[in-house]
């Protein structure tokens, strides 16, 4: 896509499905902590754990950070990219942002992170929904059913569980 205004051609006769017809992206990991811990790793932490080589706007040595109501990624320049706004703030139970990296929020879709205790430690769930708010919803979710494993991934690991 060259700009924020152009559109992919399509060669398909096949209808697209509805952007409200397109599930929400669940993921579940349990990671060996508490649920304040978990929710500190997650939140306080994302720098040391997210993927920015692979997923960010700035690329390696950027830095990305929850602060007040905003994530964001700094560039080594001192560029800001704001990835969401966090509308609802639980701690350490949960948040949910309208989320939107390298766009803007014209174009947002919806992410909760919610932690619960289980036997082994904290239950970390993603639901990542909202679809019609993206740009192109059908090609915004099958890019994020690819790269959320490896983030969150990258969390258990950053956490001291076994990443898979």
């Known amino acids: 896509m060259d700009s924020l205004f152009s559109h992919p051609e399509s060669d398909s006769t096949e209808p697209r499905p509805d ?3 397109l599930e ?6 349990v990671v ?3 649920i304040q811990h978990a929710f500190m790793g ?3 932490h994302p720098h040391l754990w997210w993927p920015l080589e692979e997923h960010s706007v700035y690329g390696a040595g950027s830095h990305v950070e929850f602060e007040e109501n905003l994530i964001l990624e700094t560039s080594e320049a001192g560029e800001t990219s704001v990835w969401g706004t966090i509308d ?3 701690p350490p139970l949960s948040f949910h942002a309208s989320w939107y990296p390298a766009s803007t929020p014209l174009w947002s879709t919806e992410l909760r992170v919610a932690f619960r205790a289980v036997d082994d430690g904290t239950e970390v769930r993603l639901v990542h929904e909202g679809w019609e708010g993206a740009e192109d919803p059908a090609a915004t979710r ?3 059913a ?3 494993p490896g983030v969150l991934a990258n969390y258990s690991r950053f956490m ?3 990443g898979a």
Do not use: R
Not at 24 to 29: G, H, N, R, S, W
């Open 19 to 21: 952007a409200d017809q």
């Open 24 to 29: 929400p992206l669940i993921f579940t990991i």
């Open 42 to 44: 997650f939140t306080d």
């Open 160 to 162: 001291g569980g076994a």
């Open 88 to 90: 609802d703030w639980q």
């Open 142 to 144: 099958a890019s994020y």
């Open 146 to 148: 690819e790269g959320w």
């Open 32 to 34: 060996p902590a508490t």
